[in-house]
């Protein structure tokens, strides 16, 4: 009775496509913010102009990439409400459950054609994003924690910090957060760190490359993470080209048991 009523397969494919939506929701959602910054620039094939302003140009696939993740999602939920109320056994209810992940996949899967294309082909300001890197005093916690590594408590060393981004017009400088060292801790940063070390905490880039550790966003890491990814990628096409043959194969003896009963 389990066995024909369990829809397993149908719900961790489900399931399994919902989530890869809701990734693909998310990184529609960042380009789509990046772009009303004009922080990337999508190309005229994953755009489309304003209905009303003609200068406008609107992300408008990824928009509808990220409104897609809703009908994987209902699918989902859909599959789960038909499941949920059967007896064991095999009910009609069930004639309704298939096409709940055959729709997914099938919304999903063009998603993802369209996801790749827009990232793919768009157009990074690289000056631009360098320029906006540090804005907010984005490396403010790279300054903190190389308090910390020098021997401050991490709560002093975000006082001191926090002390110059108050203090600051705009992101703080040496000059600033020498200051604060001064206020908080009775003598400048550089009585106890280095100017250049204090700099390069500061710095956008340099902040980033020190972040080095597994999973960490250093070029380093990143490149050695991008080989992983690759790598389990030939893994998965090996394995998908396999399963396909198994299929075929399987085709073609079900077509020949059937031809000897013809």
Do not use: C
Not at 12 to 23: D, G, H, M
Not at 102 to 131: C, Q
Not at 181 to 203: F, H, M, R, Y
């Amino acid at each position: 009775m389990d066995a024909v009523s369990a829809r397993d397969f149908l719900l961790e494919t489900t399931a399994a496509t919902a989530t890869l939506a809701t990734t693909l929701s998310g990184l529609a959602e960042d380009v789509v913010g990046f772009a009303s910054k004009g922080h990337v620039t999508l190309d005229d094939d994953y755009a489309s102009t304003s209905s009303i302003m003609p200068q406008k140009k609107n992300p408008d696939t990824l928009e509808l990439v990220r409104g897609r993740t809703g009908d994987a999602t209902a699918g989902l939920e859909g599959l789960l409400t038909t499941l949920k109320g059967l007896p064991r056994a095999y009910n009609r209810d069930l004639q309704r459950a298939g096409r709940h992940a055959w729709e997914a996949i099938d919304s999903v899967g063009e998603s993802v054609e369209v996801a790749v294309g827009a990232v793919a082909t768009a157009e990074w300001p690289t000056d631009r994003l360098a320029a906006a890197a540090g804005e907010g005093f984005a490396t403010a916690t790279g300054v903190a924690d190389l308090l910390a590594a020098a021997g401050v408590p991490f709560r002093t060393a975000h006082e001191v910090v926090a002390r110059a981004a108050a203090d600051a017009e705009g992101t703080p400088t040496l000059a600033d957060l020498n200051g604060a060292g001064e206020a908080v801790l009775g003598e400048p940063l550089t009585a106890s760190l280095d100017a250049g070390e204090i700099e390069a905490a500061l710095d956008p880039a340099e902040s980033v490359a020190a972040r080095d550790s597994r999973g960490g966003p250093a070029p380093g890491a990143v490149a050695s993470h991008l080989e992983g990814a690759a790598g389990q990628l030939a893994a998965d096409r090996e394995l998908v080209a396999e399963k396909r043959h198994e299929l075929a194969a399987a085709a073609e003896t079900l077509e020949t048991e059937v031809n000897r009963y013809a």
